[in-house]
């Protein structure tokens, strides 16, 4: 299998500078090499195009949303970065950068896929905003939202006009940190969402033994993982941009990683907001670095 790395230096979907150091700290701290052993045949790719604009420029484009253009023209090129990736029969590894990235991912894999595959959203926010229930206007909070059609015509019509995804097909776990605008759209479009409250009350395991099997339910075999290390605790991540107490460890973490990758469903994966910036004795590095040891060990026996 060959792995194509592709960067995303991007902060301007969470606001919060730093974020965009995050693909090229992975990369020097040898991301290859962690790969490579695993026996996976590795590229890193081109840098997507992100535009550098002036923090005052924020609303040059929108009354409430921030940085529009900037992350709208970076997604595009990302999402045309993911279908080369695709298109060659490889995986597409995005390393971001800000989880709004995954708009540009979701539609680069939905240009090969069509709509009929499952995303597996590990997160501590359900990012499932649209421009009138966003408190912030960030848009690294309405990735998912903007990929079934709800948002903005810019976000939602990246790559090609109209929905990537159906939101029956979302599949959230370990949100912890939910606006109230976001609980009506999830019942209303009937996403899929285990709350960490779930985790506590079920285990990990059996929400994860739940999601799988829904998934293999409804026949599908290709899954998009996107993977926010703010899912783990804030003690184990402070250097991200929303850290949140009350999430995963670290066997907790690997345990989702190792179960969702052993499907042999997974085609494509974000590796999301790492801020090295924000980091605090090396501590989110160490656990970043863990769970990409984690990614490898699994997908070197793909």
Not at 23 to 46: A, H, L, R, S, W
Not at 280 to 285: A, D, G, Q, V, W
């Amino acid at each position: 299998m060959k792995i194509d790395f592709i960067k995303v230096p991007m902060y301007y979907g969470s606001d919060r500078p730093g974020v965009e150091f995050g693909p090229d700290k992975i990369i020097q701290e040898g991301i290859e090499d962690i790969f490579n052993k695993n026996g996976i045949i590795t590229e890193v790719k081109e840098d997507t195009k992100v535009e550098i604009i002036s923090e005052k420029e924020k609303y040059r484009d929108h009354e409430s949303i921030k940085y529009l253009s900037p992350v709208t023209n970076a997604v595009e090129d990302l999402a045309d970065k993911v279908h080369d990736s695709l298109s060659k029969g490889n995986m597409p590894f995005v390393i971001g950068g800000d989880h709004a990235l995954a708009i540009g991912s979701l539609a680069g894999v939905s240009s090969i896929l069509g709509d009929d595959f499952a995303i597996v959203w590990v997160d501590a926010h359900a990012d499932i905003n649209d421009t009138e229930t966003s408190p912030s206007g960030n848009i690294h909070g309405m990735p998912l939202a903007a990929s079934f059609g709800l948002g903005d015509d810019k976000l939602t019509n990246v790559y090609f006009k109209g929905h990537k995804i159906k939101p029956e097909n979302i599949y959230i776990l370990g949100a912890r940190s939910v606006d109230e605008g976001e609980y009506d759209i999830i019942d209303k479009y009937g996403v899929n969402v285990w709350y960490m409250d779930d985790v506590h009350t079920k285990g990990v395991n059996k929400c994860l033994n739940e999601i799988i099997d829904d998934i293999n339910n409804k026949g599908i075999n290709k899954v998009h993982f996107s993977y926010d290390i703010d899912s783990m605790d804030i003690s184990l991540v402070p250097g991200t941009g929303t850290p949140v107490e009350d999430g995963f460890d670290h066997e907790q973490s690997e345990i989702i990683i190792r179960k969702l990758i052993q499907t042999k469903l997974i085609k494509s994966i974000d590796f999301v907001e790492y801020n090295p910036k924000k980091d605090i004795e090396n501590i989110t590095l160490n656990s970043v670095l863990k769970m990409l040891n984690i990614f490898a060990e699994e997908l070197g026996k793909y």
